[in-house]
């Protein structure tokens, strides 16, 4: 049973390039959801939390849709540095503090 | 200096073997998690506590056992390792005062392997 499932990857865009990444999640009761980087061989930190009503952050924009238990993370004017692996991750229920991470989807931004 | 700290950062084990992975913390939280990454796959979490009292079980806990020192150390034994407990482990804190909503802060990972 796949609970999160993301875009298979990897994506491979040059510098200044818009990408985005979609995410879908199996479980109707998830109440938080968040974006978090990984860097190759480092661990997971947060990039962003997902509010229903989207929410931005520089070149960073994050969408909920909750009927479709969709997610969304658009990157614009793709840097060098945020080639990475972006996890999409949900709380596992109502009420629950355990979360579940997708497979996560690897960005390769070139010069 | 890390917040959360990880020791060994990388171990290599032979099958039967028993060995402890540790985690510490100086950011004051309450909640520790240990979780496992394989390669391909999303992270999977092993055990879970929310103070030192408190002990979970997460979704893949078999083959392992904790234990929660004090508020800040919590480790993660395979009681006798198997190859396919070959993985990087990640410890996790969280402060426990956001409701759901809270970030998870993860240390740098141990690298294991098991022969």
């Known amino acids: 049973r796949k609970e999160v499932e993301q875009d298979p990857g990897p994506f491979n865009v040059p510098e200044g390039a818009t990408v985005a990444f979609n995410c879908t999640y199996s479980n109707s009761a998830s109440q938080s959801f968040f974006w978090y980087r990984q860097d190759c061989r480092k661990e997971p930190k947060l990039l962003m939390s997902?509010?229903?009503s989207g929410n931005e952050d520089g070149r960073f924009t994050a969408q909920l849709n909750r009927a479709s238990q969709y997610i969304s993370l658009l990157i614009r004017d793709s840097k060098l540095s945020d080639s990475a692996t972006y996890l999409c991750?949900?709380?596992?229920?109502?009420?629950?503090?355990?979360?579940?991470f997708g497979k996560g989807t690897k960005l390769s931004v070139i010069p | 200096d890390a917040d959360v700290t990880q020791t060994p950062r990388n171990r290599i084990t032979k099958t039967g073997k028993r060995i402890m992975l540790e985690c510490s913390q100086t950011k004051g939280h309450d909640r520790m998690y240990w979780y496992r990454q394989d390669p391909g796959l999303g992270l999977q979490l092993i055990y879970y506590?929310?103070?030192?009292?408190?002990?979970n079980k997460g979704e893949i806990s078999d083959g392992y056992s904790v234990s929660r020192q004090a508020q800040a150390k919590f480790s993660l034994s395979l009681e006798s390792a198997i190859p396919n407990q070959t993985a990087l482990y990640f410890c996790?804190?969280?402060?426990?005062?956001?409701?759901?909503?809270?970030?998870?802060?993860f240390g740098p990972g141990t690298r294991l392997l098991v022969l």
């Open positions: 997902v509010y229903s």
């Open positions: 506590s929310f103070d030192v009292k408190d002990i």
């Open positions: 996790a804190t969280s402060a426990g005062d956001k409701g759901v909503q809270e970030t998870q802060y």
């Open positions: 991750v949900v709380n596992s229920g109502a009420g629950s503090y355990q979360l579940t």
